[in-house]
């Protein structure tokens, strides 16, 4: 099982997705997800120039090996766009170590710990009615668990509110809480967090009255507010029970959360754009949060993240892991073999990519009643129409930022 060729795959159907694609001299191939949303050709440059050259000849068995060659030779270690590569890397190797032993990668990994894996999905409205709607096409859709993002009076346009009526996949506007827009410039929108959190505690009490005390809700800060402000708003969260508030403070003080976590009991998760063990280490032991938000892709892969999670479950920390459609069908297709796998499993984010995509990444997955599952075909389970992919030339695409209603940048 020599490495023979390394492909590094750019294809942009409903938005942009990088794709390391591996093949040994045996014939066997791999796949491995290096989106990085917004950066994307900075992760190709590195695959292509720096780690392609390196794993030609290389042994495909050895996924360890290589993981602590390409970390630690670099020399210049961490960082997302060297952790998204090394990422690849790494899925590419389960994918192939699968379908040399014939077996998914969840029986690799230990076998499934779970029939199935819990995910939630993201419901939005500007307006309550809109949410109300949003929330009720999730429940229909089969979805057990809600994220629940809404519009803020007086503010324009906010992260995570679907631009009503579009289509799933549809990357010229906003949906969802699809962030990517297509063009030269990211797009500015304005935020305002005394307006959030006076607004945000009615919204989740007219949910709560809406749809009873049962429905595990959720809520993302998008790193937002400072340590006072996100302990004010888990305590205001507090009577409507919320599965998690994630992203509450800024991801590079994990200090923050002490502050938070000494005021409030609402559950809290964090770390999507976390890239190795060394970001949860602090916060891990010392019970700062109760889940792992790390994306396969974006934490070097299915090994480190792996740790990190066994790491976790000494102190009953749980996985969250990272579903947006930046994370392609092949970093999902990993986060599920390892969800179905470990045992401190929590829910997994789960939003759907468009037609598009699906008909360039084949994929073996299943949804049924609310629980994913990542198929028993050997390895992921995702095979690349590279025909279909050359179809979709890469678009720039930036994610949006915020300004305060005085001018300053702020965090989106
Ligand atoms: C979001 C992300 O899914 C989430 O919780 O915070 O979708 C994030 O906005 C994107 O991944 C950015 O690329
Ligand atoms: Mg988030």
Not at 144 to 173: C, F, H, M, N, W
Request: hydrophobic fraction near 40%; proline fraction near 5%; charged fraction near 25%.
């Amino acid at each position: 099982m020599i490495i023979d060729k390394a492909e590094v795959i750019v294809t942009s159907p409903d938005r942009n997705f990088v794709t390391l694609k591996l093949t040994t001299d045996d014939g066997l191939t791999g796949l491995g997800d290096a989106t990085l949303n917004g950066r994307e050709l900075a992760v190709v440059a590195y695959l292509t120039e720096h780690v392609v050259p390196l794993l030609i000849g290389a042994d495909a068995g050895r996924i360890e090996d290589t993981w602590q060659f390409l970390y630690r030779s670099a020399y210049w270690r961490r960082g997302p766009v060297t952790m998204a590569a090394i990422a690849a890397v790494d899925m590419a190797l389960w994918d192939i170590k699968g379908k040399a032993a014939g077996m998914p990668v969840y029986q690799l990994l230990g076998g499934a710990s779970r029939n199935g894996l819990m995910a939630y999905g993201h419901a939005s409205g500007k307006e309550l009615p809109e949410l109300f709607d949003s929330i009720r096409s999730h429940q229909e859709q089969g979805y057990k668990a809600i994220r629940v993002q809404t519009g803020v009076p007086t503010l324009k346009a906010i992260y995570g509110i679907a631009a009503q009526g579009a289509e799933v996949g549809d990357a010229s506007v906003r949906y969802d809480h699809e962030p990517a827009r297509r063009g030269a410039k990211p797009v500015e929108e304005d935020w305002d967090t005394r307006a959030y959190l006076n607004h945000l505690p009615g919204v989740f009490e007219a949910v709560r009255n809406e749809f009873g005390p049962d429905l595990p809700l959720l809520h993302d800060g998008h790193h937002r507010m400072t340590p006072i402000q996100a302990a004010r708003l888990g305590k205001d969260l507090e009577p409507y029970d919320l599965f998690w508030l994630e992203d509450c403070t800024p991801a590079e003080n994990q200090e923050a959360l002490r502050l938070v976590r000494q005021h409030t009991t609402t559950p809290l998760a964090i770390g999507e754009i976390f890239n190795t063990v060394w970001d949860f280490k602090d916060i891990i032991r010392d019970q700062l949060i109760d889940y792992v938000r790390g994306a396969v892709t974006h934490m070097g892969g299915i090994s480190p993240l792996k740790k990190t999670l066994d790491y976790a479950a000494m102190y009953q920390i749980k996985s969250g892991m990272h579903g947006p459609t930046d994370i392609s069908p092949v970093g999902m297709a990993a986060a599920m073999h390892l969800g179905l796998s470990i045992h401190n499993f929590g829910i997994q984010e789960y939003m759907r990519h468009g037609a598009k995509t699906d008909r360039v990444f084949e994929q073996s997955f299943t949804w049924t009643d609310g629980y994913l599952h990542p198929g028993d075909k050997p390895g992921l389970g995702v095979e690349l129409d590279v025909d279909e992919a050359g179809t979709y030339p890469y678009e720039q695409a930036y994610l949006p930022y915020n300004r305060l209603l005085d001018g300053t940048v702020h965090d989106w």
